[in-house]
């Protein structure tokens, strides 16, 4: 059950975003589309109150807990840099903004842009593992809760592996070289909740 409403979630992030959008740039209505882009944090919001009823209705504490503390966690760290990322290209291809800002590829941008990166994976495991141990205490049942430690465990690695970006290229920049004019979304693809939240 908890399994599908963080799926239904992560389908509504981008209907509303995409809405949002398709709103503010063609349609050409600014106050309905910045009300939907508004709307965009409440869908972290459903996904932790049905998160808080499943446990207080006493289910035991498994997979799909965790799935949800991690989802809401890179959410909440990456995704004002995906509305940001989309509101670049709606903006470029419907009301003649600038192009796409694309990642460094090299030098100190490329460097500074993946520490910034790892700061948000950072900041995403700290969410995501607060929410576990806020889950944890709430449950107060050590053998109910025994899978969300382990969920702590693997956002952990998960956060391990990431460093390995800003580290290798901190000791071994990359040259220097002009932008790329396009980019995958910050985060996304990167979320160990398999979320496809941009990196």
């Known amino acids: 059950m908890l399994i599908a409403v963080i799926a239904?979630?992560?389908?509504?992030?981008?209907?509303?975003?995409?809405?949002?959008?398709?709103?503010?740039?063609?349609?050409?209505m600014r106050r309905l589309g910045a009300l939907l882009l508004l709307c965009v944090p409440l869908i972290d919001a459903v996904l932790l109150a049905a998160t808080v009823l499943d446990l207080r209705r006493g289910a035991e504490a498994g997979f799909a807990h965790g799935l949800s503390a991690a989802y809401l966690g890179y959410s909440i760290a990456f995704g004002h840099s995906m509305v940001r990322w989309a509101d670049e290209r709606f903006a470029h291809r419907f009301a003649g903004g600038p192009p796409p800002r694309g990642k460094p590829r090299?030098?100190?941008?490329?460097?500074?842009?993946?520490?910034?990166?790892?700061?948000?994976?950072?900041?995403?495991?700290?969410?995501?593992?607060?929410?576990?141990?806020?889950?944890?205490?709430?449950?107060?049942?050590?053998?109910?809760?025994?899978?969300?430690?382990?969920?702590?465990?693997?956002?952990?690695?998960?956060?391990?592996?990431?460093?390995?970006?800003?580290?290798?290229?901190?000791?071994?920049?990359?040259?220097?070289?002009?932008?790329?004019?396009?980019?995958?979304?910050?985060?996304?693809?990167?979320?160990?909740?398999?979320?496809?939240?941009?990196r």
């Open 8 to 28: 239904a979630c992560e389908i509504g992030f981008w209907v509303v975003l995409g809405a949002g959008l398709l709103a503010r740039y063609p349609l050409r």
């Open 106 to 198: 090299g030098g100190r941008a490329r460097t500074r842009y993946e520490w910034r990166e790892f700061g948000k994976a950072a900041a995403a495991t700290a969410i995501a593992c607060g929410l576990l141990v806020g889950m944890i205490a709430m449950v107060g049942d050590a053998e109910r809760t025994a899978a969300l430690w382990a969920w702590a465990a693997r956002l952990g690695l998960v956060l391990a592996i990431w460093a390995i970006w800003p580290v290798s290229h901190t000791l071994w920049p990359a040259k220097e070289q002009e932008p790329a004019p396009e980019q995958e979304p910050e985060g996304r693809s990167a979320s160990p909740a398999g979320s496809g939240r941009p």
